[in-house]
Structures are given as C-alpha cells and as structure tokens.
C-alpha cells in the first residue's frame, strides 16, 4: 500500500518541477535567440571596399558574397573581371581620375566646380561611362570639388555647365551619374556639396534622371542631422546611400547615435530600389564579423 504524500514534500516536488520548468524554458529560449535571423533580402547591399585596406579584393569579394551582399563598390574598372568572377556588381563605380597640368582633377577636391578642368574631366567621365554601361552596372560617383575661395552659387553654375555635358551620353547608355554629399566639418574641409539642398538644387539644374545624389547618411548627420525627414523629403534626388556611425565611421552599433533599423525602414518606404553601400571602417578585431552585422542591421 502506497503511502499518501505528505503537504510539504508535495511542495517539494512542485517546486522542483517548476524550476525544471522554467530551465528548459530559458534553454529553449536562448537557442532560439542564437539562431540567425533569416533575412528579409529587402535591402540591396553593398561594401565599400577601401574600408578593408589590410584584405585583397578578391577576398573581400568571397566574403561578401558568402555572406549574400551583391556588390564591391567604389572600384575602377580595372576590378570588374574580380567582380563578375564572384558573381558581383559595383552598385557605384568609383571616378576617374586626369590631369590639367600638374593638377590631378576627378578626385575629391577638385573637380567639376572649375571650369578650367571641364575639357579634362569630359573625356576621362565619357571612357568610364562607356566601362560602366558595358559591365552592365547602374552608377558612377562624382564630386563638386572643394570651395578654395569660390561662392556656393558660383560652383553650382560651374558643375552644371560640365555636368550637362556628359549626361547625352549617361542617358543614351543608362548609366546614372550620382555627386556625393560629403561632411565638411570633419573629414573633407571646404568640400562645395556638404548640404544636401545644394544637392538638390544642382539636380534640378542638371535636369536629368541620369543624375543624381549619394546620400551619405553618415556625412550628412554630421552635417544636417534630420536625416530621415530630409530622406523622406528628397527621395527623388538619390541615387545611392551610403553608411557608417556618428561619431567615428566605425560600426552601426551600440556606441553610435544613429538608429540604422529605421532609417533604412524610411528609405525603403519611398521605394528605393537602388543599393545601400555599407562605408563604415571597422574598429575591431574581426571586420568582416562587422560587416556581418552592419548587414544584419540594414536588413529591415
């Protein structure tokens, strides 16, 4: 005859069941936790590659396919058979680069808001729009120049002059030629197109869907701030995005001020088909873990 169980080590038992209980819930939970989020693939990405100096392009290239980006950019086209070889694009080829004199113009700090450096420029953006269009990528990067004493109103006159130039020929072959907005406070001093209304305006003098603005969303929150309104506002003038984290152009994560989820939820929702370059250089040990992240971040 079984012995009826006494209040207290009932008790006993009950509590031991719950805590079991309870165990194999955080255990379950946990694991689910660990589990990889399978993305949604909304989002087109990208990476830069000057962010990963110390990694050869075609590792870089093997990684960020594994890791299901679709693009290297800010490459010349020099790199394209690198590119095709891993199945990839560059979402923006990067700009070239020719002389006027001594003077080396394409670059960062001098280009398309002088006009003695149009009949140099022209024939150097028309070689790589026709590299572009054959290698079937959508875009190619410019820059307005730096201001070196010139009014904002006179270097949006001068860009527009050039820029009309080539834009028959980025029409006729599809290819998009984008300016990209850039901070002046603190990496590129004196740069003419750190405001993205100046952008905007250039856009409308152009006066072509061939050309258009990358909106550095790192850049242009050291800038402007308001970085989603202003998205939300002149969607119609960006050709591409780039990242990185305020301060410091390091990682999307914890120790920066921008909240990547939604901003990237707001490009998105005005029907951004483009790409999303991810320019952030990594501080840690393991950049490709980074990237990895970034990646999993933007993924809304």
Request: aromatic share 8%.
């Amino acid at each position: 005859m079984k012995h009826p169980i006494s209040r207290r080590t009932a008790l006993k038992q009950l509590g031991a069941g719950t805590a079991i209980a309870t165990t194999m819930s955080l255990i379950n939970t946990s694991a689910a936790e660990e589990k990889p989020r399978e993305r949604t693939g909304r989002v087109k990405q990208s990476v830069c590659q000057w962010c990963y100096k110390g990694m050869s392009l075609d590792d870089l290239c093997a990684a960020a396919a594994g890791m299901g980006l679709k693009s290297v950019e800010l490459l010349q086209p020099k790199d394209f058979p690198t590119l095709k070889k891993h199945g990839l694009i560059c979402a923006i080829v990067s700009n070239p680069t020719a002389k006027v004199g001594d003077v080396s113009v394409g670059p960062i700090p001098k280009s398309w808001n002088r006009l003695e450096y149009h009949d140099a420029l022209v024939p150097a953006y028309e070689a790589h729009l026709y590299a572009t269009a054959e290698a079937g990528y959508p875009n190619l990067i410019c820059f307005s120049g730096n201001r070196d004493g010139m009014s904002d109103a006179q270097g949006l006159e001068n860009c527009a002059i050039g820029l009309k130039r080539i834009m028959p020929l980025a029409e006729k072959l599809g290819v998009t030629i984008c300016m990209e907005l850039l901070n002046s406070r603190v990496n590129h001093k004196d740069y003419m197109c750190d405001r993205t209304e100046w952008g905007v305006e250039l856009c409308k003098r152009v006066g072509s869907d061939r050309f258009k603005l990358l909106y550095d969303i790192y850049h242009m929150q050291i800038m402007e701030g308001d970085v989603i309104a202003t998205i939300q506002r002149h969607h119609q003038y960006i050709g591409h995005y780039h990242t990185a984290g305020v301060p410091g152009r390091h990682e999307l994560d914890e120790n920066q001020e921008l909240f990547y989820p939604a901003i990237m939820r707001a490009v998105m929702d005005t029907g951004y088909q483009g790409y999303l370059g991810q320019e952030f250089i990594p501080a840690g040990k393991d950049p490709l873990a980074a990237l990895r992240a970034g990646v999993e971040i933007c993924d809304v």
